[in-house]
């Protein structure tokens, strides 16, 4: 049955302008009536600087064997864009976890931002377009 303005495709639905996954009625811009998948990648030392990726969500920072440098992409033109970085090892060891803005953008005012205070650490950046924006640590 077709319904006026409603596209209804493999559990997909596109209804007034709203997208729902697994929903017949969705009640924001997307709503997902499930869990979601999103991709972590882990970077060890070796692996240092790494520019954070498009396709990049969660990220992982190993320092273990030596400082971890990870490059985020500029701001601009990605606002809303949300990236989640934790420090998996313990930072007694006296390395560091450095989180580099594109050129002279700034998280929160700051750059680099260091995840050095504990095992653990975890942030959660967001674009405003302009500049990287904390949302939680």
């Known amino acids: 049955?077709?319904?006026?303005?409603?596209s209804i495709s493999s559990g997909l639905v596109v209804l007034g302008g709203r997208v729902g996954i697994s929903t017949a009625v969705?009640?924001?811009?997307?709503?997902?009536?499930?869990?979601?998948?999103?991709?972590?990648?882990?970077?060890?030392?070796?692996?240092s600087p790494y520019t954070v990726k498009?396709?990049?969500?969660?990220?992982?920072?190993?320092?273990?064997?030596?400082?971890?440098?990870?490059?985020?992409?500029?701001?601009?033109?990605?606002?809303?864009?949300i990236y989640v970085v934790k420090r998996l090892d313990d930072p007694i060891?006296?390395?560091q976890v450095n989180i580099v803005p594109s050129g002279a953008q700034t998280i929160d005012g700051f750059s680099p931002w260091s995840l050095n205070s504990f095992q653990w650490?975890?942030?959660?950046?967001?674009?405003?377009?302009s500049n990287w924006v904390l949302l939680a640590m």
């Open 54 to 81: 498009e396709n990049d969500s969660t990220i992982l920072a190993d320092a273990t064997g030596g400082e971890v440098i990870i490059n985020l992409p500029s701001a601009a033109g990605i606002a809303g864009r």
């Open 26 to 47: 969705p009640n924001s811009l997307l709503t997902v009536a499930g869990a979601m998948s999103l991709p972590v990648k882990t970077i060890l030392f070796s692996g």
């Open 93 to 95: 060891s006296g390395t």
């Open 121 to 129: 650490e975890v942030i959660i950046l967001q674009s405003d377009g």
């Open 1 to 6: 049955e077709s319904l006026p303005g409603v």
